[in-house]
C-alpha cells in the first residue's frame, strides 16, 4: 500500500469503524424492535419534531465529527436534545439508541450498529439516519439538501476507494455477511474481512438517500411524518400483489430509486468534492496531491454500479437458512452459454415477503436432497415475487436443472406455477434485465448468451410453463430449438 493510501485508510478508519472485542448485547437487531424503540420516544414526547428527534439520536450515537457538523450543525446546540437524549435512554433497554446506531466491526468480523429488515436484508442506522435527518433539516429552512450525498453515500465510497487503492476496485466495497438467527437475530457477522463500504452501510446509505430527497422535497407547509412512520412505511410494507402494484418508495426498490435519484448527479464530481471537503475540514489537503485520486475514485464508482446498481439484490444462502451442500461442490468453467428459465411449480403461489420466500426456498432444497437424492437445491438462482433473488448453487458451482446441461448453462427459477397466468413483471425484470446484466458484466455468461426454457432441452416437461414459455419466447437472446419430443416425433414420421 502507497503512503497515501496509508493515509487514506487511517482517516477513513476514524470516521467509520471502531475495532471493539467487547461482547455483544442480547437485544434483537431488526428493524422493527428500532421502530418500536422510536415509537416509544414519541409517545412519551407528544409534540416531538421527527428533526429533534433524529438530532437527539445523532447525539446520543456521538455522531458529531466536523464533516456532519458543517452539513448538519452540532448536535449538542439545539435545547432540545439534552432532554431527549435523557429520554431516550430511559425510553427502553433497547440498546440501538445508546450503542448500536454507532458502527463498528469487531475483531471477529461482527458488525454492530446494523438491523435486519423485513426484507432480508441488512441496513446500517447511521447513513439511513443522517439522510433523513439531511431531508428533513432543508425541508424545514427551505434550502438545498446538500449534504445527503456526502453523508449517506459519498463520504463512505471516496475513503473506501482511496484506502485500498492498491488493490482491484471491487475489492473496496462490501462485503455482506449472515445473521444467527433472522427470526431473533443479535449477531451479523460478515462473510469476510470489511471495506468500509459493506453491504449494509451501502444498504442505509441508499435508503438515506432516498428518505432525505422524498422528505427534501416536501412543501414547508406540510408537516413531515414522524420518524417511526416514516421507516414504517418504507420498511413495514405488506406486499398483495407482487411490487408491479407499488408506487411508493419501499425497501426492495432501493437499487432502482436510489439510482435514479443519484445517478444524473455525476457521482465522480459529487464523490472528489466530498474528499476535498473532508480534506479542508481535517486539514490534509496535501492528500489531493496524489495523481491516483481521480483515477481511484472513477474505477470504484464504476465497480459500484456494477455490484449495487446493475447487478440484482441476491440473498445468501445463510440468510434463507440452507442447509450444507452434500458432498464437494463441482465449479465450473465460466463464461457460461446458456440460461435455462424454470418454474417451480411447486410451491404454486408466488412468494411476497422473505419469510414465505425463504420457506420456500428450504421446501425445495429438502425436497432435492431427500426426495431426488441430489447434493443441493437445483437451481443456480431462485427469484421470489417479493423482490429478490435467492442464492442456490450460484454462480460458480455446477446445478442439477436442465439434465444433459447443467455444466453449460445456468437454470433460473421464478417460484410459482405459470402455466396460465405470468409471473410479476418486476420479477420476470429481475431476471430478463438484471441479473443477465449482472452475468455478463461480471465474466459468468458470454456477451452472447442463448435463453431456453427447460421443455425445449428435456423430452418430461411443460417447465417454465405456458404462459411463461410463451413469453420468454419474446425476450432478447432467445433461440427456438426442437425440443427433444419434437425430434423424436419428427425422426417416427420420417
Not at 86 to 102: E, G, M, Q, V, Y
Not at 274 to 290: G, Q, R
Not at 291 to 303: F, R, S
Not at 436 to 452: P, S, W
Amino acid at each position: 500500500m502507497t503512503l497515501s493510501g496509508l493515509s487514506f485508510f487511517v482517516l477513513a478508519l476514524s470516521y467509520f469503524f471502531t475495532v471493539d472485542s467487547r461482547p455483544a448485547d442480547v437485544h434483537l437487531r431488526n428493524m422493527d424492535s428500532f421502530i418500536r424503540a422510536v415509537q416509544q420516544v414519541e409517545d412519551s414526547n407528544p409534540g416531538l419534531s421527527p428533526l429533534s428527534l433524529v438530532r437527539a439520536l445523532r447525539r446520543t450515537a456521538g455522531h458529531d465529527d466536523a464533516m456532519t457538523i458543517h452539513f448538519l450543525g452540532a448536535s449538542y446546540n439545539h435545547s432540545d436534545t439534552e432532554v431527549l437524549k435523557t429520554a431516550i435512554l430511559n425510553a427502553s433497554a433497547f440498546s440501538f439508541f445508546d450503542k448500536a446506531i454507532h458502527h463498528i466491526v469487531t475483531d471477529h468480523g461482527e458488525e454492530r450498529g446494523v438491523v435486519l429488515a423485513r426484507d432480508g436484508t441488512t441496513v446500517a442506522l447511521a447513513p439511513l439516519l443522517l439522510g433523513i435527518e439531511s431531508g428533513l433539516k432543508a425541508q424545514m429552512e427551505m434550502t438545498p439538501a446538500a449534504g445527503i450525498f456526502p453523508l449517506t453515500l459519498g463520504r463512505t465510497l471516496g475513503l473506501s476507494f482511496l484506502s485500498l487503492q492498491d488493490f482491484p476496485p471491487s475489492k473496496s466495497l462490501g462485503p455482506n455477511g449472515c445473521w444467527d438467527n433472522v427470526d431473533h437475530p443479535r449477531m451479523f457477522k460478515l462473510l469476510w474481512p470489511p471495506t468500509l463500504a459493506t453491504d449494509a452501510v451501502i444498504n442505509g446509505g441508499m435508503d438515506g438517500a432516498i428518505l432525505g430527497t422524498d422528505l427534501s422535497s416536501l412543501p414547508a407547509s406540510e408537516q413531515p411524518q414522524a420518524l417511526s412512520d416514516i421507516l414504517k412505511g418504507y420498511y413495514s410494507f405488506i406486499l398483495y400483489e407482487g411490487l408491479d402494484a407499488v408506487s411508493s418508495h419501499v425497501s426492495p426498490r432501493r437499487r432502482e430509486i436510489s439510482r435514479s435519484i443519484l445517478e444524473p448527479l455525476d457521482l465522480q464530481s459529487q464523490v472528489m468534492e466530498t474528499l476535498a471537503l473532508i480534506w479542508k475540514l481535517e486539514k490534509t489537503e496535501w492528500i489531493a496531491w496524489d495523481t491516483g485520486v481521480e483515477k481511484a475514485v472513477k474505477d470504484g464508482l464504476q465497480a459500484f454500479v456494477h455490484k449495487y446498481w446493475d447487478c440484482p439484490q441476491i440473498i445468501p444462502r445463510c440468510q434463507w437458512g440452507a442447509k450444507a451442500y452434500r458432498n464437494t461442490p463441482i465449479p465450473m468453467s465460466l463464461p457460461l452459454q446458456f440460461l435455462y428459465v424454470h418454474h417451480t411449480y411447486e410451491p404454486s403461489s408466488p412468494c411476497l415477503s422473505f419469510p414465505n420466500c425463504s420457506r420456500a426456498m428450504r421446501a425445495m432444497q429438502r425436497f432435492h436432497q431427500e426426495d431426488r437424492g441430489w447434493s443441493d437445491i437445483g437451481y443456480s438462482f431462485v427469484v421470489g415475487s417479493d423482490g429478490y433473488i435467492y442464492e442456490g448453487r450460484g454462480w460458480n458451482h455446477l446445478g442439477t436443472h436442465t439434465r444433459g446441461h447443467n455444466a453449460i448453462g445456468y437454470g433460473v427459477s421464478i417460484i410459482g406455477n405459470y402455466t396460465a397466468t405470468l409471473p410479476s413483471r418486476h420479477a420476470m425484470d429481475l431476471l430478463r434485465h438484471h441479473l443477465v446484466r449482472c452475468a455478463v458484466d461480471g465474466g459468468r455468461l458470454v456477451a452472447n448468451f442463448t435463453i431456453h426454457g427447460h421443455r425445449q432441452m428435456v423430452n418430461y416437461t411443460t417447465c417454465p410453463g405456458d404462459a411463461f414459455f410463451s413469453e420468454i419466447r419474446s425476450w432478447e437472446h432467445f433461440r427456438e430449438i426442437d425440443s427433444p419430443k419434437q425430434k423424436t416425433e419428427r425422426t417416427g414420421q420420417l
